[in-house]
């Protein structure tokens, strides 16, 4: 079964702190580099931070030095802290594999329904 299940954001003041988690399937996390994305509203879908299956990581400039992914190889799980947020950093936030997982025979990618991340000013 392929799966995905973003939890932990929220309502958070600028300047505040929220840690986002993501349940992965084995088909989507076994040994693949994993990201987190999001998308604000009336734009596109971005990548903000990867991180491969020997932890290497790399983020967006927009996020650099304030958010940081881990993951945990033994529970298929994938993590971002998110600290000194900002306005901008509002969005829904979604995981999946770096690139997106897309089913066999299908045209397009599998996400899961995200999570929201909202920073008031």
């Known amino acids: 079964q392929v799966q995905l299940v973003e939890s932990g954001g929220g309502l958070v003041q600028a300047g505040g702190s929220l840690r986002l988690s993501c349940a992965a399937s084995g088909r989507i996390f076994g040994g693949n580099p994993m990201g987190w994305y999001r998308q604000a509203p009336g734009k596109q879908r971005e990548l903000v931070a990867t991180?491969?299956?020997?932890?290497?990581?790399n983020y967006a400039g927009s996020v650099k030095g304030r958010f940081t992914i881990s993951r945990d190889n033994a529970k298929n799980m994938v993590y971002l802290e998110m600290n000194s947020l900002k306005p901008e950093d509002t969005a829904a936030y979604y995981c999946?594999?770096?690139?997106?997982?897309?089913?066999?025979?299908?045209?397009?990618?599998?996400w899961g329904k995200g999570t929201l991340v909202t920073v008031s000013s």
């Open positions: 991180i491969s299956n020997g932890g290497s990581t």
């Open positions: 999946n594999k770096d690139p997106p997982y897309r089913p066999l025979r299908d045209a397009m990618d599998y």
